[in-house]
């Protein structure tokens, strides 16, 4: 079986360098390129954390694209302090690592999606971890990327659960809600990765702590990460156990389907207030054959087990040279 091909859209917090380590790892992927977005910090300033993971984990050779800067009906955008104070100042946690030794690829994010869905075919995944301005754009620029890629795997959206930014608003989905709603009502194959699932997906310093015995640079920075951010969600969201596996969950279900229980259900976003950018079943389409599946249950000890397995080896393997 060939490896199934994965474009990571990531606004490069602390949960999208997880999920970053952990397409790496995964045997059975092949990670073709890593987008930008902006949400837990800059676009800019995401594309360059996403190249200084990738020099950490020793893979310089996957190209980092910059994407839109802004949501889609606005001309500005500005990181919410409470992403500053989730993910760090720099998106990582606060963490230090050295400057990257390479820039991002001149090509837009939109245009590397298109390139790629033409390259790789339906063994194509993108994997959107932020909002969906990018893919978006990608579709207007190409409307048949229904019919040429595999499927899109995001991380966004509640359905059975609150939100997060209101009581009915997710945060990816909140950054452009009109961009996720073309999403939804287009032809592509979508998989839902919630916080109906994610919050389910939890780490805690005693799984850090296995990280920081194998002890090299990589295993050492991803512990302090994910320190900094478990300290963050015990202060904030103490039910929650540890800090939730958001964008790696996303990474994990395009790679791996089985991890995830979903109900077959297309999707709408509410664009008008009370309920502005509530993910919710779309009673136009009720007789219809959906092509969005939604997440409702995990099999939390399989995914948990998959991930420490996969990134313990990744990190034992960048010892460095």
């Keep these: 079986m060939s490896k199934k091909k994965i474009i990571l859209d990531l606004d490069t917090g602390i ?30 300033l995401a594309a360059e954390n996403s190249l200084k993971i990738l020099e950490l984990l020793h893979h310089p050779e996957i190209p980092v694209f910059i994407g839109e800067s802004h949501a889609s009906t606005k001309d500005s955008f500005e990181v919410l302090p409470t992403s500053q104070r989730i993910h760090g100042i720099n998106g990582i946690g606060n963490i230090q690592l050295p400057t990257p ?13 298109v390139e790629a869905a033409h390259q790789y075919g339906k063994d194509l995944i993108i994997v959107p ?19 040429l890629i595999g499927g899109v795997t ?60 194998i002890g090299t640079p990589a295993a050492t920075n ?16 103490a039910y929650v156990g540890g800090c939730a596996l958001h964008d790696p969950l996303a990474a994990a279900v395009a790679i791996d389907p089985s ?25 136009m389409r009720i007789h219809n054959k959906p092509h969005t599946k939604v997440a409702v249950n995990l099999d939390v000890p399989y995914f948990i087990g998959i991930f420490m397995k996969y990134l313990g080896k990744l990190f034992q393997n960048t010892k460095e040279n």
């Design 259 to 283: 991890f995830v229980t979903t109900i077959d259900l297309d999707l709408k976003v509410d664009l008008d207030e009370p309920y502005r950018a509530r993910t919710i079943g779309d009673e």
């Design 154 to 213: 995001f991380m966004g959206g509640a359905l059975t659960v609150p939100g997060n930014i209101t009581p009915v608003a997710e945060a990816n989905i909140n950054q452009d809600p009109e961009a996720a709603n073309k999403v939804f009502h287009s032809r592509l194959p979508l998989t839902m990765i919630g916080l109906d699932v994610t919050h389910r997906a939890v780490l805690t310093k005693d799984d850090t702590a296995i990280w920081r015995m």
């Design 222 to 237: 991803f512990a302090d990460m994910l320190d900094y951010y478990i300290d963050i969600y015990l202060a904030n969201q």
């Design 129 to 147: 971890t932020g909002p969906m301005t990018n893919l978006a754009l990608a579709l207007e620029k190409e409307p048949h990327l229904p019919d």
């Design 101 to 113: 030794k390479r820039q991002p690829e001149k090509t837009s994010a939109a245009d590397f999606m």
């Design 15 to 44: 949960d999208d360098s997880l999920a970053l380590a952990y397409v790496i790892a995964n045997p059975d992927a092949d990670l073709v390129g890593v987008t930008s977005e902006y949400g837990n910090v800059h676009v800019e």
